[in-house]
């Protein structure tokens, strides 16, 4: 069975500092993984996945995720961060016909 | 391009009775998921229809069943609620149904049972 696992339920960050927000998967086969942003009372927006090839991979709104198979990790990360990116931020490895989620991380980013 | 729709929006029903959530997918996708998400917690998929044929059903009671029509618009039905089904249910659409396609999201239909 697959899985992802996200360490943290909570990451802060002053805004203008770069953001990190973690994730592990497992997976039997090549790993297929996406990121979803969730604002409050809002419906998932798609950022960025990795399905081969460059293992920094480049999203919507500034984000970028960097794939590590030797660590079966795929953080998230943005270079300088915005009140704005305050949300909830959930990482997801795909299966035959199924989006497997982690349980999510909130980022709020202090003025 | 519109997006995924979905509707209702918000829905408040009493135990055991059913619903009908509906959700239209982006124009030329043909894949519609159906997930649950329970607050506090990652969506849970629950089906996919492809093409109008089950392709994939989640650890869900059979109180859960969906359908998919000729338009690839689709319909997500609960029997017999119970409180536990309070949730935000999600939609997804997608080109194909390959591990590689990018499932977009609709708003959610919020579903409250008392």
């Known amino acids: 069975a697959q899985s992802v696992a996200q360490p943290e339920d909570q990451v802060n960050v002053a805004e203008g500092n770069p953001l990190t927000v973690k994730c592990t998967y497992s997976?039997?086969?090549?790993?297929?993984l996406f990121w979803y942003v969730q604002y409050p009372n809002r419906g998932l927006q798609f950022l960025l996945k990795?399905?081969?090839?460059?293992?920094l991979v480049k999203g919507s709104y500034g984000f970028e995720a960097e794939f590590n198979k030797s660590q079966t990790s795929f953080h998230l990360k943005k270079p300088s961060a915005l009140v704005s990116d305050s949300a909830l931020y959930f990482c997801?490895?795909?299966?035959?016909?199924?989006?497997?989620f982690g349980k999510g991380t909130m980022l709020l980013v202090s003025p | 391009d519109a997006g995924v729709t979905q509707s209702p929006t918000h829905l408040i029903k009493t135990r055991g009775q059913q619903v009908t959530l509906r959700c239209s997918p982006i124009?030329?996708?043909?894949?519609v998921s159906w997930y649950q998400q329970v607050l506090g917690q990652g969506p849970q998929f629950i089906f996919q229809y492809y093409e109008k044929e089950e392709r994939g059903r989640g650890n869900f009671p059979d109180r859960f069943s969906a359908r998919q029509f000729p338009n690839y618009s689709s319909e997500l039905n609960v029997n017999a609620l119970l409180l536990g089904d309070s949730a935000l249910y999600l939609c997804?659409?997608?080109?194909?149904?390959?591990?590689?396609?990018?499932?977009?999201f609709g708003p959610g239909t919020r579903l409250t049972v008392l």
């Open positions: 997801a490895v795909s299966g035959y016909s199924t989006l497997t």
């Open positions: 997804a659409s997608s080109l194909r149904d390959t591990y590689t396609d990018t499932q977009y």
């Open positions: 997976v039997s086969g090549n790993p297929y």
């Open positions: 990795y399905i081969t090839g460059d293992n």
């Open positions: 124009s030329g996708h043909k894949s």
